[in-house]
């Protein structure tokens, strides 16, 4: 397993949850790293991203609410979200892309992590 991903849970609208995402150490290296969802019947979105020189990216429906950030002595990436509303609800997957020359050289995904957020 290169990408294995933990934290989700069943939280109450408001509240928080951290999501992690422990990578290999070949992998977290030179990759940058994001968080993506998935409700059923519509396409996986992005969450948020983290590039190898911390430079984050946010979807517009987050921002100001989860934070993203990576620990490189853990080769793990975090996805820190507050005031958590039901839309959240969705399957969490963590992302690894590496790139050389604006040129995808792989990609692999978590196997994803049940975030529910009740009203």
């Known amino acids: 397993v290169q990408l294995q991903a933990s934290g989700g849970g069943l939280v109450q609208a408001g509240g928080s949850l951290r999501l992690s995402c422990a990578a290999s150490e070949i992998i977290f290296s030179i990759s940058d790293m994001g968080w993506y969802r998935q409700t059923p019947g519509k396409q996986r979105e992005l969450v948020a991203t983290i590039t190898t020189d911390d430079s984050t990216n946010y979807a517009d429906s987050v921002k100001g609410r989860f934070t993203i950030s990576r620990d490189n002595a853990r080769m793990t990436v975090y996805l820190q979200m507050n005031s958590l509303k039901p839309e959240d609800t969705a399957v969490y997957y963590c992302?690894?892309?590496?790139?050389?020359?604006?040129?995808?050289?792989?990609?692999?995904w978590g196997q994803g992590t049940q975030v529910t957020v009740s009203s």
């Open positions: 992302n690894a892309r590496s790139w050389r020359r604006a040129m995808l050289q792989f990609e692999y």
